[in-house]
């Protein structure tokens, strides 16, 4: 089965610094994708950044990036000029092609002006 | 990008009732729809894969007598709770798949008094 693990349950960080939130995952499978999803109080999953794994090259989306080490399997989230709305809770996720989600238990992130 | 919707967002059930939620894909055919379960300050879970036209498909620990998923059609599929317990009060969000992407509903709230 596939899991994935945050263990970083709080996060904080002062506004327009970086923050890095961890994610490792376990799988034995060679083809799948990886997601950083961010969670508002309004509850509604929003799509941070994804990354394929057959590709080598670490997403990137503006102030978002992942650090992808598929052998390590590991999956971190880096923000960067850390902004006031990026507070939430963020998921990272894993699932196989046409699979569902399979989610960690989540960081707490505050944003402090 | 694609917009799915849920109904209702927020119901309140006497124990022992049957509620249905709705999850309807707006703008494109999702083939595949899934169904997930929070409960508060926690992850989300998978509770089932649905494709249109094809019977369910339950995680391990969900009870496919009590969760009866419905995915007549391309556009929508339904959750109905069958005898709701209190225990049974948590965050249901659908999400819905067209090809390699998935998108999420803004959940229901499920309320058993």
């Known amino acids: 089965a596939q899991t994935v693990t945050q263990s970083q349950p709080e996060m904080s960080v002062q506004e327009a610094e970086t923050v890095t939130l961890s994610c490792t995952y376990d799988t034995s499978e060679s083809d799948y994708y990886l997601f950083w999803y961010k969670q508002p109080p309004s509850r509604q999953m929003i799509l941070v950044i994804r990354q394929e794994a057959y590709k080598q090259q670490n997403a990137t989306e503006n102030r978002f990036s992942v650090n992808f080490q598929k052998a390590a399997k590991s999956f971190s989230l880096k923000i960067s000029d850390s902004q006031l709305g990026d507070a939430a809770m963020y998921f990272c996720?894993?699932?196989?092609?046409?699979?569902?989600?399979?989610f960690g238990a989540g960081t707490r992130l505050t944003v402090k002006p | 990008g694609a917009v799915v919707s849920q109904h209702p967002s927020w119901v309140i059930c006497k124990s022992g009732t049957s509620v249905k939620i709705e999850c309807r894909s707006l703008?494109?055919?999702?083939?595949?729809m899934f169904w997930y379960r929070q409960f508060p300050k926690q992850s989300l879970m998978l509770m089932a894969t649905s494709n249109e036209g094809s019977k369910a498909t339950y995680e391990q620990g969900v009870e496919k007598d009590k969760f009866l998923i419905n995915h007549a059609s391309l556009t929508l599929s339904t959750l109905t709770v069958t005898s709701a317990h209190p225990e049974d009060s948590s965050f249901y969000i659908c999400?819905?798949?067209?090809?390699?992407?998935?998108?999420f509903g803004p959940g229901t709230r499920l309320t058993v008094l």
């Open positions: 996720a894993y699932r196989r092609p046409f699979g569902g989600m399979r």
């Open positions: 703008d494109f055919q999702a083939t595949t």
């Open positions: 999400s819905a798949s067209s090809s390699s992407e998935q998108f």
